[in-house]
């Protein structure tokens, strides 16, 4: 199973975007599917997380600012950021439980990880 992020950019504080995070392949199925973002020099940290039956977590740093969601249907999960500040700069990464086949039809569980997105956040 594979992961495709988009939707980063650059916007001014205030903004808003949206990210995308796409699972493709012989899906099977997809358990919990998280956010990640990363700055030089740092770890990769958890944003926000949404289970298959819709739990949700997300950082405090984010509350009441970012919201995550999926399309169980189209194997997507989506991060709406608004209130966009500076510090919210990183590059951000989904990442998801996945249970999928392979070439032999066997089940393959593994966590699957997408290519960053840029997000950067000028005052």
């Known amino acids: 199973v594979q992961l495709q992020a988009s939707g980063g950019g650059s916007v001014q504080t205030g903004g808003s975007l949206r990210l995308s995070c796409a699972a493709s392949?012989?899906?099977?199925?997809?358990?919990?599917m998280e956010w990640y973002r990363q700055t030089p020099g740092r770890e990769r940290s958890l944003v926000a997380s949404?289970?298959?039956?819709?739990?949700?977590n997300y950082a405090d740093s984010v509350k009441g600012r970012f919201t995550i969601s999926r399309d169980n249907a189209r194997n997507t999960m989506y991060l709406q950021m608004s209130g966009l500040k500076r510090e919210d700069t990183a590059v951000y990464f989904c990442?998801?439980?996945?249970?999928?086949?392979?070439?032999?039809?066997?089940?393959?569980?593994?966590?699957?990880w997408g290519k960053g997105t840029q997000v950067t956040v000028s005052s």
């Open positions: 392949g012989r899906i099977v199925r997809i358990d919990d």
């Open positions: 990442s998801a439980q996945t249970l999928g086949l392979n070439a032999n039809e066997e089940f393959v569980a593994a966590r699957s």
């Open positions: 949404i289970t298959s039956g819709g739990s949700i």
